[in-house]
């Protein structure tokens, strides 16, 4: 632990981060006094053990705590902010000197030594330790000496953070993208007339004039069809549909991100939500959703060496996958949990209305198998006997109740194969009941409860709800409700209250009335995690009828470093501004009983927050998707990088059933792929105020929320 390489101790600090340790050792005399004296790294912290020792004797807590992670409410419950900070150092110190490898496998596994790298620096002024790193420990001394005060909540200031953040039905964007959409149908027709861009369902014809021609693209417009035949495949299209507004360094990663292999696919819809305008006051408002279809650096440097971030989903014929189950010989089903399997089916289904760049699939664009070859992912003439086959895997198995169809995006297939998908799991579901019925007591399989459809095209292609879905997804509940499935789910994933447009407010309430439940999932990503993004986001939501279901951190290594937000603004988005949503019991049923009426969820959601004097019901759950199986919040912070990147120890969710594997694998280590300090900084650029945030250094622990009813 006393050995440097050469290189550490040929390496001088910079000077911003000998500033920072000098205030560290002048705001902490105590630190100061054991850093100077010890003679060896191994001297510091044996005095830092006997300085925490005493403090500790004092709250015996603590040490109860530090034994486990938070699974114990109670434990978790009874300790302080101040608390935090000292169980954070004694991780440090517990795990100084460890090579922490992250179970993904990634190539970030990192020997953590904070302690010895704080006193080389003390000493030597030497280190390969960065001004993040020392930020960290700055901050983690200010909470343990009180500096770093725990956050007031503000309801006042929640509000003026969620005013901030505007709404695509605000009557100012309305506007824009009125002017955004003729703009874009202009574009089309000069597409079409020069043959840049070919379509054998949308076409003009001979010796149309130009008005009438526009008067045939603003009827096209309204078919979700035309939007995925026009939409932008090159940096070019995407630059000429937006009026040539891209600045010369978005432009410049767009090209080699094209030249690299990974898709650009924005359909003209998605394209008109994007401001064109350079004003200082009409930029940043789209932030959000430019960065989940705009490619960043760290994306096309790692493209070709991105490995897959579930494990589970990686299956070899014949054997098990990480989650421990054995699967179909294709790449149709998905499994971590027991109760629960993915299904996607090989329709137009595998393919998306666009493409997020932060997608936890990259890995499958990046070796081929997704793609937006929309006209090859039709489906084979083969699809109609492996959907039983697949479907088998549902019913054999004694435990699966609750079928996720996704992709790609369920609602990408067309109607007819979306109703073939349903009647095939509805016979299913009733010869799996009807088994049942010779099985003895205790040898019962269970039965399914659930059907979900996965999809983001309400917010990339909200034209895709049509009456005749919603016809399908109707009969489909009326049939199944009468064998016994109890839950009809469509889960969506709208990223931003910028997102949601009249159009989709239509469509929406159009698709609420087939008796199907809208949830949403949302991901963490740093234009997101914003103050008051979320807030507003999940208030709009549910001005629509729609729970807010899960806030997912970005998955990923470093192709995702642009859009990661560390976990702690997570965790601080879920202390300081989502409890303004939390509710109790009674009213958690009522929502659990309105979900069987989704038609009265609009209506239902807004008396219970009228009642409770709330802006928007904190329905969410705040997770981590984890690499290995299962998703939970539930962490310690016990290492840091030399970069100031923390390192997390996670324990899963006990909440829930999990699959065998995880009591041979009960913790997860997690290498953030961005420091707090790198995260700030970012807040910065995108216009906000650093001392909004100051409470994040402090959020080192966490716990995972409790399931919803429903």
């Not at 044996?46 to 603590?62: N, Q």
């Not at 269970?446 to 979900?452: G, S």
């Not at 997570?570 to 409890?579: A, G």
């Not at 290995?628 to 997390?648: A, D, H, P, Q, Y």
Request: charged share 30%; aromatic share 10%; glycine share 4%.
């Amino acid at each position: 632990m006393n050995t440097y390489n050469e290189y550490e101790q040929k390496t001088s600090l910079s000077i911003r981060s000998l500033k920072i340790v000098d205030k560290i050792l002048r705001e902490n005399p105590t630190i100061k006094r054991i850093f100077n004296s010890a003679k060896t790294a191994n001297d510091a912290i044996e005095e830092l053990k006997s300085w925490l020792a005493d403090y500790v004797d004092e709250f015996p807590w603590i040490s109860d705590y530090f034994k486990q992670l938070p699974s114990d409410e109670a434990l978790f419950n009874a300790i302080s902010w101040h608390d935090y900070a000292v169980i954070r150092l004694m991780d440090y110190i517990k795990h100084e000197g460890e090579d922490l490898k992250d179970i993904t496998g990634s190539k970030s596994s990192t020997i953590t030594t904070p302690l010895r790298n704080l006193w080389l620096a003390v000493h030597q002024g030497k280190g390969t330790s960065n001004e993040d790193f020392f930020m960290d420990m700055l901050f983690l001394f200010r909470q343990i000496n009180g500096t770093l005060a725990k956050p007031k909540l503000s309801m006042k200031k929640n509000l003026q953070w969620m005013d901030k953040h505007p709404s695509g039905l605000d009557q100012k964007y309305i506007e824009v993208r009125r002017r955004n959409k003729k703009r874009i149908i202009l574009e089309v027709i000069d597409k079409l007339d020069s043959g840049e861009i070919k379509s054998s369902r949308f076409s003009f014809e001979p010796n149309m004039d130009k008005e009438e021609k526009y008067l045939m693209v603003v009827e096209w417009w309204k078919d979700h069809r035309f939007h995925l035949s026009f939409a932008a495949r090159s940096p070019k299209q995407v630059n000429d549909y937006l009026d040539q507004s891209l600045r010369s360094d978005t432009m410049e990663v767009l090209n080699d991100a094209h030249e690299a292999g990974i898709p650009i696919f924005i359909n003209p819809y998605y394209l008109s939500l994007l401001s064109v305008s350079t004003k200082p006051n009409r930029t940043g408002a789209d932030r959000t959703i430019r960065d989940y279809v705009f490619h960043s650096k760290e994306l096309v440097k790692e493209f070709g060496n991105i490995e897959a971030w579930e494990k589970e989903d990686i299956v070899k014929p014949g054997e098990p996958n990480a989650a421990g189950w054995l699967l179909p010989a294709y790449h149709n089903v998905h499994r971590r949990y027991p109760e629960v399997a993915i299904f996607i089916p090989d329709t137009m289904g595998r393919a998306c209305g666009g493409l997020c760049v932060s997608c936890q699939r990259m890995y499958d664009f990046q070796s081929g198998h997704l793609n937006f070859d929309l006209d090859k992912l039709k489906p084979k003439v083969s699809w109609n006997e492996k959907l039983h086959q697949l479907l088998a895997y549902y019913e054999n198995d004694s435990q699966l109740r609750d079928i996720l169809i996704t992709g790609g995006d369920a609602l990408m297939s067309s109607d007819a194969s979306i109703k073939k998908i349903l009647d095939a799991v509805l016979e299913m579901a009733i010869r799996k009941k009807k088994a049942n019925e010779s099985r003895a007591e205790g040898e019962k399989y269970a039965e399914m409860l659930r059907i979900r459809l996965g999809t983001r095209l309400p917010a990339f292609l909200p034209q895709r709800i049509t009456k005749s879905l919603v016809e399908i997804l109707s009969d489909f509940r009326v049939k199944a409700a009468a064998v016994g499935i109890k839950q009809f789910v469509i889960q969506t994933h709208i990223q931003s209250a910028m997102e949601v447009t009249p159009v989709m407010q239509k469509r929406l309430k159009l698709l609420l009335t087939s008796g199907w439940t809208v949830t949403n999932q949302m991901v963490f990503t740093a234009a997101a995690s914003r103050r008051g993004h979320t807030t507003k986001l999940r208030k709009i939501l549910n001005d629509m009828g729609v729970l807010p279901y899960y806030t997912f951190t970005v998955k990923g290594f470093m192709e995702n470093y642009h859009n990661f937000t560390p976990n702690s603004r997570s965790v601080q988005e879920k202390i300081e501004e989502k409890y303004l949503g939390l509710t109790k019991a009674g009213s958690q049923k009522k929502i659990a009983h309105l979900i069987e009426n989704p038609e009265k969820l609009k209506k239902g959601l807004q008396k219970i927050r009228q009642l409770k004097e709330i802006p928007f019901l904190a329905t969410d759950r705040s997770v981590m998707n984890m690499p290995g199986v299962g998703k939970s919040m539930t962490f310690r912070t016990i290492g840091i990088t030399n970069e100031g990147r923390r390192i997390l120890e996670y324990e899963h969710d006990h909440s829930r059933v999990h699959s065998p594997v995880v009591e041979q694998e009960e913790r997860v280590v997690i290498i953030e792929s961005k420091s707090i300090h790198a995260y700030l900084s970012q807040m910065e650029e995108m216009g906000e105020e650093r001392e909004d945030y100051d409470s994040l250094w402090g959020y080192s622990i966490s716990k995972t929320e409790d399931c919803m009813p429903f």
